[in-house]
């Protein structure tokens, strides 16, 4: 019997050592992949080794590498393994641009020149291009926003294929090796002002790849609709129509404890849709007309803003929500609304959710903290960025937030309830991609260049 025990005990030790070895190795793989916007669920975080105290764009002083790429883009770099994937447009226009910058203004670039939309590959540790291939090439179907590019939406991986969406020129669909796989064209995406229908700003919500399924929100100025297709074949999986205003927000796949939704930001109504069917589990209205942010969340419940006056809200949904979540007038909670804020939500940069705190970063430099479980506001205090403000949204590890600015800096905070600004770091182009992180290396996209900001190993 005693022996039968023992040998019971060391089994069960054994599956234990086992299941902690699987555990970091995911946790390891985790540090290393960067595999859509603001990385695993848009979490935006990823802990690993420290980055250097100091870095510097134009010195190169505590970069890896500083690589050249063509084109204008602002969309994100994506990391899975030993590779890094962007996209990019280039124009036959000499000297195209966009111009960064706080202000109203909504008109359109001029530049309606034949473009090439390219999805590039690197190798992360050296910044060496394995492979560059051109989705498609022509001029392109709507306009854009001056401040905005052809090239807006970040690209995503599972490890095996990656996609690319260029708005009204399509879906694209590769091996990581570079092997084209399928095309979707999903339409033309008129996506603009919501009260000027002749003013066209161009697409920026980016795919999500997530069991096999490639989710795309299209908000526009005539159908709108949220679909999930097969990543292996682009097959249509289900496509649920939104009656929406344009949006440029995210979606954000959550895999709760009872059931795994996709849930989208709205000007109308947030939705939650069930992840096989497509099937809407829930909608809250309060939303601004501009909705941008990407949701995101944690410890059960989901966080979801957006910026533009006079709403300006911030929701915190508990993940089991069901039904039409609208707050009664008056009310900043309910059953399934945890707590919400007016006149908070920032405009273009996604919330981050660290370490059971609320950051919020807006346009103008304003940075907020509060507490996940409260929503109660810790503390709110101003960057002192020199005049271009914020589009890229935050991203943390070791217990520091990194700020980019479309000035060209890079601010390094602590975090905590009262945030301490650390560095200012200077890149020397505009910043205006969020950045990706990936096993102690954080690679920014410039107006210009790709940086690995790191230490050599």
């Known amino acids: ?51 250097p105290k100091k870095f510097d764009g134009r010195t190169s002083e505590g970069l890896i590498f500083k690589v050249e790429i063509p ?16 996209t990019t447009a280039v124009s036959r226009e000499a000297g195209a641009s966009f111009n960064p910058g706080l202000y109203g203004s ?10 090439e939309w390219l999805i590039m590959c690197y190798d992360k540790r050296t910044g060496k291009l394995l492979w560059k291939k051109t989705a498609t090439k022509g001029r392109p179907t709507d306009k854009r926003h001056v401040k905005a590019t052809y090239a807006n939406s970040t690209p995503a991986t599972d490890g095996k ?50 069991e096999g399924k490639v989710i795309v929100q299209c908000d526009t100025q005539g159908e709108s609709f949220l679909t999930a297709l097969d990543v292996r074949t682009g097959r249509t999986l289900w496509k649920t129509p939104r009656d929406e205003l344009p949006s440029w927000g995210t979606p ?29 589990l829930w909608r809250l209205g309060g939303s601004s007309k501009i909705t941008a942010p990407t949701p995101v969340f944690e410890a059960g419940l989901i966080v979801v803003a957006s910026g ?20 009664n007038p008056g009310k900043t909670k309910n059953e399934f ?6 006149k908070r939500g920032p405009y273009m940069p996604t919330p981050l959710i660290y370490r059971e705190k609320v950051y919020l970063l807006h346009n103008g430099g304003i940075f907020a903290c509060h507490d996940l479980r409260s929503g109660h506001e810790l503390n709110r205090s101003r960057i002192p960025h020199k005049a271009f403000g914020f589009s890229a949204s935050p991203v943390a590890t070791n217990g520091k937030i990194y700020l980019s600015g479309e000035d060209g800096l890079v601010f390094e905070m602590k975090a905590g309830d009262e945030p301490i600004l650390l560095a200012v770091h200077e890149m020397g182009e505009p910043l205006l991609a969020s950045p990706a992180l990936s096993e102690g290396v954080m690679y920014l996209r410039g107006q210009k260049h790709l ?7």
């Open 1 to 51: 019997m005693q022996n039968w025990l023992n040998k019971a005990f060391i089994c069960c030790l054994s599956m234990y050592a086992l299941a902690c070895l699987g555990r970091a190795k995911a946790d390891k793989q985790d540090n290393a992949n960067w595999p859509s916007f603001r990385g695993v669920h848009a979490a935006g975080i990823s802990e690993g080794p420290g980055l």
């Open 106 to 115: 909504g008109e359109a670039s001029k530049d309606r020149t034949v473009h």
């Open 337 to 342: 609304v945890a707590w919400s804020h007016v």
């Open 161 to 210: 294929h990656v996609v690319a969406f260029f708005g009204s020129e399509g879906l694209f669909a590769y091996t990581v090796e570079g092997d084209f796989l399928w095309k979707k064209d999903l339409g033309r995406l008129d996506v603009g002002a919501y009260d000027l229908p002749s003013y066209e700003w161009g697409s920026a919500s980016s795919p999500v790849i997530h």
């Open 71 to 86: 084109g204008l883009a602002h969309s994100s770099p994506i990391v899975w393994g030993k590779t890094l994937f962007l």
């Open 308 to 327: 533009r006056a006079p709403e300006r809200p911030i929701f915190a949904i508990r993940e089991e929500a069901l039904g039409d979540l609208t707050l």
């Open 451 to 457: 940086f690995a900001v790191g230490k050599h190993k």
């Open 252 to 280: 954000t796949v959550v895999p709760g404890k009872k059931r795994t939704q996709v849930v989208a930001n709205g000007s109308n109504f947030i939705r939650g849709y069930e992840f096989e069917t497509g099937k809407e």
